[in-house]
């Protein structure tokens, strides 16, 4: 069986955990979510605080050669936050080590900005951070899902249906060769 880990902590938005968690399990996927601290963290949805989601496993309790890809929701706290950790970051790059499939949306790809894994990828995100990715050395296309060698990035909510669909084939394919950091 598939394990997923999504990485996350308080204030991701919703719809982008929520939505790919319950496609990949539809898949018979083991998604879990990982993060910075035991317990809940708390969703973001239209501008306010929403709804409490259990941490399965703290970053200290888990390794990236577990997992068979990694999920990264966006929200503009969750990933602020995240990209300060130093062990958030490493988990990271371990997938890109392994060339496992990594997925991102909207504000998450400031999370690869700070792991340095998207130089010279073609990746799409939020409109807001494109000068962060093009300065992080990303080609930057406004698509609505973007697929680089199993790294799966999209926009905002709006482009779910389709980042789930190709999450979820990413993760069929399995690792990728071209895969880097």
């Known amino acids: 069986m598939k394990r997923i880990a999504i990485l996350a902590t308080n204030g991701f938005e919703e719809s982008e955990l929520k939505s790919p968690k319950e496609a990949m399990e539809k898949e018979g996927f083991n998604v879990e979510i990982v993060s910075l601290k035991k317990g809940d963290i708390k969703s973001w949805a239209d501008g306010n605080w929403s709804n409490n989601y259990k941490v399965d496993k703290t970053l200290d309790e888990v390794k990236a050669e577990e997992y068979n890809a990694l999920v990264l929701p966006g ?27 990594v997925a991102a949306i909207c504000h998450a790809p400031w999370t690869l900005i700070s792991a340095g894994v998207v130089k010279g990828r073609k990746m799409t995100s939020f409109k807001s951070i494109k000068d962060d990715l093009i300065n992080a050395g990303a080609n930057w296309v406004d ?35 071209m895969q880097h950091a």
Do not use: C, W, Y
């Open 75 to 101: 929200g503009v706290i969750n990933p602020d936050l995240l990209r300060r950790e130093e062990s958030a970051l490493n988990f990271v790059r371990d997938f890109f080590k392994m060339k496992k499939p």
């Open 143 to 177: 698509e609505e899902v973007v697929v680089d060698q199993g790294l799966v990035t999209s926009r905002n909510p709006d482009d779910l249906p389709a980042f789930n669909s190709k999450l979820i084939e990413e993760i069929k394919e399995g690792k990728h060769e």
